[in-house]
């Protein structure tokens, strides 16, 4: 079946670094979207990529879709404590999503 | 976008009983689904909750296990059965329309002692 990797499992950074997480899935997608869940709270949507190479941009969040469509980035630019967080993606096949196993953002102020 | 209220939040349960979640969408969705979440881990989907027909599940979950009823296209039901420790985790309902975003529940914060 289809498995998406995800990497760093864990990411420490200090206020105003960049951070960057990875998706890889096993096979191609018609399209994959990026979650955030916050500590205590449950995932919320971020956004959606759909087209080979599509890139996209939330304020400080870059989101870019790999050409072959089986992988995917998240990139925040000089993060701040607002972020931190687990960044899921989910990689969505015929009508479910397979969800990375999420990398989790912590911001040192 | 639809909001989904999760039911109870949390609960503390003695082994051997059993625990019914509801979820409860405020427009009608295609499909739902019920997700395991250790905390600070990842999402495990337990199953996806057909209207009208038998819940499809997950390897390694069953529905003597957790059955899941769904009524309607608004509301769905998981039960954790004969519980143990091992079934304490964070249980999660999620909703979709076709192939747009996932919508979640509150949690349920499931402790069996």
């Known amino acids: 079946g289809q498995q998406v990797m995800q990497i760093p499992q864990y990411q420490h950074v200090q206020e105003g670094e960049d951070f960057t997480t990875y998706c890889n899935s096993s096979?191609?997608?018609?399209?994959i979207q990026w979650y955030k869940q916050r500590p205590g709270g449950h995932p919320v949507f971020l956004i959606q990529l759909v087209k080979s190479g599509e890139v996209k941009k939330q304020k400080r969040l870059t989101f870019q879709f790999g050409e072959a469509k089986k992988n995917s980035s998240l990139h925040i630019t000089a993060t701040q404590t607002t972020d931190v967080g687990t960044y899921f993606c989910?990689?969505?096949?015929?009508?479910?999503?397979?969800f990375g196993k999420g990398t989790k953002l912590s911001v040192i102020p | 976008s639809a909001v989904i209220s999760q039911k109870p939040s949390r609960d503390i349960c003695q082994r051997g009983t059993s625990l019914t979640i509801q979820c409860q969408v405020d427009?009608?969705?295609?499909?739902m689904f019920w997700y395991r979440q250790q905390p600070g881990q990842s999402l495990t989907l337990i199953a996806t909750a057909n209207q009208g027909s038998e819940a499809t599940y997950e390897s390694g979950f069953v529905i003597d296990k957790f059955p899941i009823s769904r009524p309607n296209l608004t509301f769905s039901t998981l039960t954790v059965s004969n519980m143990s420790p091992e079934d304490s985790s964070i249980y999660l309902c999620?909703?979709?329309?076709?192939?747009?975003?996932?919508?979640f529940g509150q949690g349920t914060r499931l402790t069996v002692v």
């Open positions: 096979t191609t997608l018609s399209n």
């Open positions: 989910g990689g969505a096949g015929s009508y479910q999503l397979t």
């Open positions: 999620s909703a979709r329309t076709g192939g747009t975003e996932a919508f």
């Open positions: 427009s009608q969705v295609t499909m």
